[in-house]
């Protein structure tokens, strides 16, 4: 198989991060999401159009085809009319403006003299006007990452989209809470070439981002887009990649998926096919199911619907071929299928006798279909319409696999695989918004920006180490995270080591996310909470990571609520005596026979009595000086 070093690979990253502002970008609602119970909604259906040219995108024309219907759900604590696209846009937010110019700055970008806003074609239904307001603020800068400078093309101001709470039928719902929060884009040059290298890359440029105070941080409040090419494959726009750790994992996975690939394509063309031997001709083979157990097919046929096939000629054995560990190429093709004709998914001749489809049934479809041995095919069954829309798409894609990889835009899943989105936007989805004026940018605001610029994260590294005493590790984990803030005020305010601090708000919070404990209820107030009871003296350091995990799990819940119901309160001086003498007196025999060798294991024995309730070097103290009179 053929390696990453030296292939050719080109990745391109977008990094997207919500803006701390007081404010929305084009109106005065905050930039909070809503807990409530939505006060209104409505509904929409949105339509593409032509550029100035007479240009329709192909993914906005992919989307609208869908044929969809979009639920918006609102309240006026969170949205306004501006959200609702029933009132034009206000003003361009100053505060955002100014903020992204920060971050150009310290990326040695050059501000734009004058700031246009945008409209970028969007009609998935994640905005109501079916475009994503945007703006460049600054061009052509760099930073200098693993001895190497990567070039940013440029930094852009943007509206955030709705958030998807789920889909029914053909009817997706949004809230519009989150629409119009204020992003920056930060986008590099497709310049890097390893999976390290962009996992390290989109590092860098969230240290920078995380340095200026000027992000929220958190769970969905940071996004990258990934742009990858391979010299015999294509440019694919991988969306939503949440977690920073999954850069380099989604970039070796669609290196991967690629060279199989192209495999198949150079197997194909081994085999004799042309793009010409693929036909549309989709055969009716309802009847061979007439006496079917398959649960899918029996589904469909309740519902009058009926059971579809077509050839595809030499596919035999391909269809089933593995591009990645649960990804086929029939996968593939059955994710088109579910867009192209909102169908559940296909069955292929790969996979079959199965799923309920005996062997009769299979040579009732081959004797139909006049399939040869090195042929294959595909079954869809569902409504008519459905079932038709499904396999021309299959029919599309497998044409597609002749000429190698299609260039497209897949979505990332959590474990850094991607599937099928919609085609690649085109050209004609960017033109000029009319109703925001420019903004022009003047040397002034560029100094008074200037003169306020944060440390760079080299700056705040040497902090760590040097006024912290944090280990050159730690201070590291501490300055990828979303805490260093939260740290320096615990750090100052209490106590508290330092190095303890920054354990629990690196390594602990990791582990309870690895353990799957909903981390985004725990807020940065609940975690400061706990440590400021921990310097009170009120709870143990070994309760921390109980008590956030208790937290995470009831949201809504306290630091004081969960210390109480976990009865985590510090024992009283006479409650801790006398469970260390208790537990002395049970081991008297153990005492006798190993001396001062036994201070260990009573030790243990008692923490596993008050762990959380007792401060360990007390503990420690109090069963030598009880073990010393006992002898």
């Known amino acids: ?46 339509r593409p159009t032509q550029s100035e040219l007479g240009q329709v995108d192909p993914a906005a024309m992919f989307e609208f ?25 206000h003003d361009l937010n100053d505060e955002a403006v100014d903020s992204v110019l920060m971050i150009g700055l310290m990326i040695n970008l050059k501000p734009v003299d004058e700031i246009h806003v945008m409209r970028k074609v969007v009609i998935d239904g994640s905005n109501t006007t079916g475009f994503q307001r945007t703006a460049a603020i600054g061009l052509d800068g760099y930073l200098d990452i693993l001895n190497k400078r990567v070039p940013i093309q440029h930094v852009s101001l943007e509206e955030d989209a709705a958030r998807k709470m789920g ?44 340095a200026t105070r000027k992000v929220k941080r958190g769970l969905g409040t940071i996004r990258q887009d990934l742009n990858i090419s391979t010299p015999q494959g294509a440019l694919i726009e991988i969306k939503g990649v ?30 004799g096919l042309r793009e010409d031997d693929i036909k549309e001709n989709l055969v009716n083979v309802t009847d061979a199911f007439s006496k079917t157990a398959s649960k899918v097919v029996k589904s469909a046929l309740a519902k009058n619907g009926i059971v579809c096939a077509v050839k595809l000629p030499k596919f035999s054995g391909l269809l089933g071929r593995e591009l990645l560990p649960g990804l086929r190429l029939g996968t593939e093709m059955s994710r088109r299928a579910i867009f192209a004709g909102k169908v559940g998914g296909i069955f292929h001749s790969d996979e079959l006798p199965g799923y309920g489809i005996n062997q009769e049934e299979l040579e009732r479809i081959r004797l139909r279909l006049k399939v040869a041995s090195d042929d294959g095919f595909v079954l869809v069954a569902d409504e008519v319409e459905k ?87 730690l201070a590291k984990q501490l300055l990828n995270s979303d805490f260093i803030e ?3 005020t615990v750090a100052t305010r209490t106590k508290i080591q330092p190095s303890f601090i920054a354990t629990v708000l690196t390594e602990t919070l990791k582990s309870l996310d690895r353990d799957g404990v909903a981390l985004e209820n725990l807020v940065p ?18 309760s921390v990571e109980t008590i956030a995990r208790w937290i995470a799990e009831n949201p809504g819940k306290t630091p004081d609520e969960a210390l109480e119901k976990l009865s985590l309160g510090m024992l009283s001086e006479r409650e801790l005596a006398s469970i260390v003498d208790k537990v002395v007196f049970d081991n008297i025999s153990l005492l006798k026979d190993q001396g001062d060798r036994a201070a260990g294991k009573l030790l243990g024995l008692v923490m596993v009595q008050v762990r959380g309730r007792a401060d360990a070097k007390r503990v420690a103290a109090l069963v030598k000086e009880r073990a010393r009179l006992t002898t």
């Open 242 to 271: 949440q977690k920073l750790d999954l850069i380099s994992r989604a970039v070796e996975l669609e290196f991967q998926r690629q060279n199989e690939l192209i495999k198949i394509k150079d197997e194909l063309a081994n085999r």
């Open 167 to 210: 889909e029914v039928g053909m009817t997706v719902n949004y809230r519009i809470d989150r629409l119009g929060i204020p992003l920056v884009e930060v986008t590099t040059g497709p310049v890097i070439n390893s999976p390290q290298e962009a996992q390290e890359t989109a590092l860098a440029i969230g240290r920078l981002l995380k």
């Open 387 to 473: 079932t038709n829309d499904a396999l021309k798409a299959v029919v599309e894609r497998a044409k597609e696999t002749l000429r190698g990889v299609p260039e497209e835009t897949r979505a990332s899943n959590p474990d850094g695989t991607t599937f099928y989105m919609r085609p690649r936007p085109g050209a004609a989805r960017m033109y000029p918004e009319t109703d925001v004026p420019p903004i022009s940018i003047t040397s002034e605001r560029i100094s008074r920006i200037k003169a306020s610029l944060p440390p760079l994260p080299e700056t705040v590294m040497k902090r760590l180490t040097d006024s912290f005493g944090l280990n050159e590790k």
């Open 486 to 488: 939260l740290f320096e």
């Open 1 to 46: 198989m053929q390696t990453i070093a030296n292939s050719g690979l080109k990745v391109g990253i977008e990094v997207h991060c919500q803006l701390d502002t007081k404010a929305k970008l084009f109106c005065g609602c905050p930039t909070r999401l809503s807990t409530e119970k939505p006060e209104k909604t409505f509904l929409r259906r949105l």
């Open 525 to 542: 107030e609940h975690i400061e909470k706990i440590f400021y009871l921990v310097d009170k003296g009120e709870t143990a350091k070994e």
């Open 65 to 89: 085809q869908r044929g969809r219907m979009v639920a918006y759900e609102a309240d006026s604590d969170t949205s306004c009319l501006v959200e609702m696209d029933e009132e034009p846009p």
